[in-house]
């Protein structure tokens, strides 16, 4: 078809449009690239790093990079993936994450990205970190031990809701979610079971009520399938299928 | 013939169920015994390790006992696996981690429902505990890790072969598991 832009992705022409990033192409024709942060329904956050790809031999962010005519893309190659393995390792270090104990295991993106890239252990040392937990809401649980700052929840809470309930505060290691509340609590924010922030969680931080353990193991959302198959589980959240 | 590998196994601060899982590779465990003999090991009730090609270790790292037991592990075994959550992040017993020791063994053993004869234990025949439970590659030097709470039957069973005929290990989609 003559007129079409294209790049190259892992040698193969992905076709897009003006103003697409890497990532919107690509998930457009299929093609998988690993990502935490990014949910083409909000503005790209570009902060979790795992979709780092190599643009004509320099790295970027797929989900905040341009898209651009007759570009080489490299997403699969061992070396990223190593990459990519040792940012997820991190993330798993800096907080607790004791996945027998999770509601969300078996349909938690973390977990699933790091089952693709092969991760078998943690090569840090674990922090341990003390963070608490808000369940001061009748229908939804807060995990701070287990989230990952993707800023999902932030972006759909502002973007979606139009509540701007969350927020990301402090700096480096002590960078942590935070709820506007008067008291700083979930329960005591506008925060609604129907809010679109309820259910773009990657990880078992931000958890709806009344539904743990519904799915039985074996039927969860990446037990039979890896993530580059099924795809991002705040798709599924919203689905009856759980 | 050439002699069989030794392999030792321990549980640390584990349930036992990484080790209830290596039964579970069923009648398989048959042709395991033709490739290894078991040194010091729950199956064996041997007490004492002598060296060994495979260890295996179940559980963190939680009182003073688990440091002496993976020490005498690691001096003894050519490779040393980290087996199962527990062995590599410390799994459930680190859910402690988020408290004081002290504050632990008071709700155990003072301010506990239903608990009498309030006190805390301090036999010295009891290993003194840990302020935190640690993976354990965070004490020893760690060759494999084969993640699962616990790893799958199948999963040990992949993994136990490669390891064995000394080719590398790929675990197929759904046998790496965190949970
Ligand atoms: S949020 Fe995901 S990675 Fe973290 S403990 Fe839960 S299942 Fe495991
Ligand atoms: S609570 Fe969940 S969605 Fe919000 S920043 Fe943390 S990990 Fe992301």
Redesign the interface.
Known sequence: MSGEKTFILDGKPIAFEDGDTIMDAALRAGEYIPHLCHNPEFTPHGSCRICMVEVDGRQVSACTFPAAEGSGVVNDSDQLTAQRRSLLQML??EG???????EK??ACQL?AV??YT??????F??F?P?RSVDASHPDAVIDF?RCILCELCVRASREVDKKNLFSISGRGINSHLVIDSPTGKLGDSAFAATDKAMHVCPVGAILPRHTAYNTP?GKRLY????VNMVGDVAGYEETDER | MTEKLKLATASLCGCFGCHMSLLDIDERILELVQLVEFDRSPFTDIKKIGHCDIGIIEGGVANAENVEVLREFRAHCKVLI?FG?CA?????P??R??FELKECLEESYVDGIGVYNRMIPDDPEIPMLLN?V??I??VVQ?DH???G?PPSGDAIWTFLTGLIEGRPVS?P??Q????
């Open positions: 798993f270090v607790n994450h004791i996945c027998p104990g999770c295991s078996g977990q790091a089952y092969g991760m078998l252990a943690l090569d040392t674990h341990f003390r031990n193991v037990d039979r399938q890896p | 980290a959550a590599i992040n410390g799994g459930i680190a859910m981690n988020q935190k640690h993976p590659h965070e760690i890790f084969l993640p709470c675990l989609y759904g790496i598991r965190y949970d």
